[in-house]
């Protein structure tokens, strides 16, 4: 994982789409914008959809890590 | 005994008591239910579309000429059954002021089915509406050895079920990368449904590369890359031939990869077509005639045959 300084972290395992998006959404809010939010995920739909739900809000994923346990690592910059 | 009337030049018309001659009704969608005085009416439709006062017309001939029953098929068409053979005619006239015609069934080009497509679909690499009105148009009801059914969907996720059709049209994409936009977030290695992109490790910057073999044309990796790294570098129609469900179902050939021009798709669906009528036996489904003839002569004789 990167060396960004991490401003929150939210654990979304066992979170279904939509939900998991919508609480990284919601994590993200309280950030200021370029601060960064670590989520962990379930591997399968979500990183297929999620990245790009967070592109269409103006975030950015800077770094994702296999966990090799079926789940992923985002690491997200907030955008504007 | 009413006439079966329809746009059809080649039907004759039929003037029996209680007698129905059921290929001629099937051609033009009357399919003759158990109970044999009655008809399920099989209404025409391109891409499973209607408007709203077509709607209502279709629950009015129902009450009306049927028993108040309308059926939805797996092919996005209506039905209307339980309508006694007298009053085919009359429903089908009601029918065809709000500019319903009538459906096929038999050894014909059935309807197409398609998914919203590009029109409203944010995956939709395709016009699929477009594309099934002219398929619909140059081929709908003419002759084949066995049923015959195309869909056309707008990409990879396959909402349409292009690969379960005699002729299926999907969208795709083949995706590019760029190394100037990349940082190297391995969102693309991870999230590639079928694990086609790798990272090449042993250089000076990071590589990534798309394994085409793998690749399914599907747009997750240029949809979710952050920075556009990964762009569209083709996009376009994927063609599929010889899915069939039924007895013995089968999962549609990849005829193509990603052509881009729509004329020679339209160039193929034909090639496609005449191969089948001129190859495949009375009752056998397009995906037999392949199996039986094999997958590869049949491809390499449509893409690049002289017949």
Same mark, same amino acid.
């Given at each position: 994982?990167?060396?960004?300084k991490?401003?929150?972290?939210?654990?979304?395992t066992?979170v279904?789409?939509p939900?998991?998006?919508?609480k990284?959404?919601l994590?993200?809010?309280e950030l200021?914008?370029e601060e960064f939010?670590?989520?962990v995920?379930?591997e399968?739909?979500a990183l297929?959809?999620?990245p790009r739900s967070?592109?269409?809000e103006?975030h950015?994923?800077?770094?994702?890590d296999?966990?090799?346990?079926?789940t992923?690592?985002?690491?997200?910059e907030?955008?504007? | 005994?009413?006439?079966a009337?329809n746009?059809?030049?080649?039907?004759a018309n039929?003037?029996?008591?209680h007698?129905?001659d059921?290929?001629?009704y099937k051609?033009?969608?009357f399919?003759q239910?158990?109970?044999?005085d009655?008809f399920?009416m099989?209404?025409?439709?391109v891409?499973?579309?209607f408007?709203?006062p077509?709607?209502m017309?279709?629950?009015?001939?129902a009450y009306?000429y049927?028993?108040?029953?309308?059926?939805?098929?797996t092919?996005q068409?209506v039905?209307?059954?339980?309508v006694?053979?007298?009053?085919l005619e009359?429903?089908?006239e009601?029918l065809?002021a709000v500019?319903?015609?009538?459906?096929?069934?038999?050894p014909?080009v059935?309807i197409?089915?398609?998914?919203?497509?590009s029109s409203?679909c944010?995956?939709?690499?395709i016009d699929?509406k477009e594309m099934?009105?002219?398929?619909?148009e140059?081929y709908?009801?003419s002759d084949?050895?066995?049923k015959? %059914?195309?869909?056309? !969907?707008?990409?990879p996720?396959?909402?349409?079920?292009?690969?379960?059709?005699? $002729? &299926?049209i999907?969208? *795709?994409?083949?995706?590019?990368?760029?190394?100037?936009d990349c940082?190297?977030?391995?969102l693309?290695?991870?999230?590639?449904?079928t694990?086609?992109?790798?990272?090449?490790?042993?250089?000076?910057?990071?590589?990534?590369?798309?394994?085409?073999?793998?690749?399914?044309n599907?747009?997750?990796?240029? %949809?979710?890359?952050? !920075?556009d790294?990964?762009?569209?570098?083709?996009a376009g129609?994927?063609?599929w $031939? &010889?899915?069939?469900m *039924?007895k013995k179902p089968?999962?549609a050939?990849r005829l193509?990869g990603?052509?881009?021009?729509?004329?020679?798709v339209?160039?193929?669906?034909?090639r496609?077509?005449?191969?089948?009528?001129?190859?495949g036996?009375?009752?056998?489904r397009f995906?037999?005639t392949?199996?039986?003839?094999?997958?590869? %002569?049949?491809r390499?004789?449509?893409?690049?045959?002289t017949?």
């Amino acid at each position: 994982m990167n060396n960004k300084k991490i401003s929150k972290k939210v654990d979304l395992t066992g979170v279904r789409c939509p939900m998991n998006f919508v609480k990284t959404k919601l994590a993200l809010e309280e950030l200021e914008k370029e601060e960064f939010l670590e989520a962990v995920i379930d591997e399968g739909e979500a990183l297929m959809n999620v990245p790009r739900s967070l592109k269409d809000e103006g975030h950015k994923i800077v770094a994702v890590d296999n966990n090799n346990n079926g789940t992923f690592t985002l690491l997200i910059e907030k955008g504007g | 005994m009413n006439d079966a009337k329809n746009k059809d030049a080649n039907n004759a018309n039929q003037d029996t008591e209680h007698v129905f001659d059921i290929a001629e009704y099937k051609k033009v969608g009357f399919i003759q239910q158990k109970q044999k005085d009655y008809f399920a009416m099989r209404l025409h439709a391109v891409g499973g579309d209607f408007t709203a006062p077509q709607l209502m017309a279709i629950a009015e001939v129902a009450y009306t000429y049927g028993k108040g029953q309308v059926h939805l098929s797996t092919r996005q068409g209506v039905e209307i059954h339980y309508v006694h053979y007298s009053k085919l005619e009359a429903a089908q006239e009601k029918l065809a002021a709000v500019g319903i015609t009538m459906g096929a069934c038999g050894p014909r080009v059935r309807i197409v089915s398609a998914c919203p497509g590009s029109s409203t679909c944010r995956w939709g690499t395709i016009d699929t509406k477009e594309m099934a009105r002219y398929l619909d148009e140059k081929y709908f009801r003419s002759d084949t050895p066995h049923k015959f %059914k195309m869909a056309v !969907t707008g990409c990879p996720h396959n909402c349409a079920k292009a690969s379960e059709n005699d $002729i &299926g049209i999907m969208g *795709g994409i083949l995706p590019e990368w760029s190394s100037e936009d990349c940082i190297d977030c391995n969102l693309c290695v991870n999230a590639c449904p079928t694990l086609a992109i790798h990272k090449e490790e042993n250089k000076k910057e990071s590589q990534y590369l798309l394994d085409e073999e793998k690749c399914i044309n599907c747009s997750i990796c240029t %949809k979710n890359c952050p !920075t556009d790294a990964w762009k569209e570098g083709r996009a376009g129609y994927i063609i599929w $031939i &010889g899915g069939t469900m *039924g007895k013995k179902p089968r999962i549609a050939t990849r005829l193509t990869g990603v052509i881009e021009d729509k004329e020679e798709v339209y160039r193929l669906v034909d090639r496609t077509i005449e191969y089948y009528r001129a190859h495949g036996r009375k009752k056998e489904r397009f995906g037999h005639t392949i199996e039986r003839i094999g997958e590869e %002569k049949v491809r390499k004789e449509i893409l690049y045959g002289t017949e």
